[in-house]
């Protein structure tokens, strides 16, 4: 699932879910904004079983919607994922006041499923050979940083969302070092600096959200001409991309391809 659709036949809307399939292991990550993802799995001929793990890249609607009917589906997760602080209440700041945009599911109805529930940390967690966890991720890039009308309650009150759940998927091949994202809220370059310190090696290929649909031209222009330097080949930015962004990148990225639903993407 994801924000656009080459086909008709194919359904799109505002929200991510990925399907990772290696030898020995299948992994969801997010589930979209409704249980939608699931006709398209079906339309694409995607066999959602063995789901190894259902992986959540944070607690937004767009990312979980389609839980319950995971959850209480004929093809359960062995086993999910999610970061730090994942439930509680979470919004977007509007003209008009403040929109609830948390987790569409709640912590008791992960307890009520019966499935093994596992928080991921700071240190990377691996799942099956070449395929890692990662969370905890902080800004440390100029430009990026604590977006103002993303918000959370805390016991200090209502503050600016640092995300400290969110989990990114890093897939370590023989040739690529790949790192998937649900949003980056914390900033793609952050994320891709992390992961390289901690892998000892560039990231080469990026799938997902980068978040930069709001960012002005300057933070466009760096993060583009960043990742290149970095050594990202393939840019597989989507969801909350933004179209500025995305027009930029394929103006001025070789490796940039647009990330729809039905995409295909294969990780040496």
């Given at each position: 699932m994801e924000n656009g659709s080459p086909?008709?036949?194919l359904a799109s809307e505002h929200g991510l879910s990925l399907w990772i399939e290696g030898e020995n292991f299948h992994l969801l990550y997010d589930t979209g904004a409704s249980?939608?993802?699931?006709?398209?799995?079906q339309a694409l001929n995607v066999?959602?079983?063995?789901?190894?793990?259902l992986v959540l890249s944070h607690g937004h609607y767009d990312h979980t919607g389609g839980v319950t009917a995971v959850l209480t589906g004929p093809n359960r997760p062995g086993a999910i994922y999610l970061g730090k602080d994942f439930f509680g209440p979470r919004y977007s700041q509007k003209k008009d006041g403040p929109m609830e945009i948390g987790a569409a599911f709640t912590s008791y109805a992960l307890e009520q499923s019966g499935i093994p529930s596992f928080e991921v940390g700071e240190k990377p967690l691996q799942l099956a050979p070449g395929l890692w966890l990662l969370s905890g991720f902080t800004a440390t890039e100029e430009l990026e940083g604590p977006i103002p009308t993303l918000l959370r309650d805390t016991n200090e009150g209502r503050e600016p969302d640092r995300f400290q759940d969110e989990v990114a998927v890093v897939l370590e091949g023989d040739r690529e070092l790949a790192l998937v994202s649900g949003c980056s809220h914390v900033g793609i370059l952050s994320m891709c600096r992390r992961v390289r310190e901690i892998f000892g090696r560039p990231v080469t290929t990026f799938l997902g959200g980068t978040h930069l649909m709001a960012a002005g031209?300057?933070?466009?222009r760096r993060t583009c001409a960043c990742l290149k330097e970095w050594g990202v080949e393939r840019l597989g930015a989507c969801h909350c991309n933004g179209e500025r962004a995305g027009a930029y990148f394929e103006a001025n990225f070789p490796g940039f391809f647009q990330n729809h639903v039905g995409s295909c993407v294969t990780v040496e």
């Open positions: 086909k008709d036949c249980p939608r993802f699931l006709k398209n799995a066999q959602l079983q063995p789901i190894d793990a031209e300057e933070r466009i």
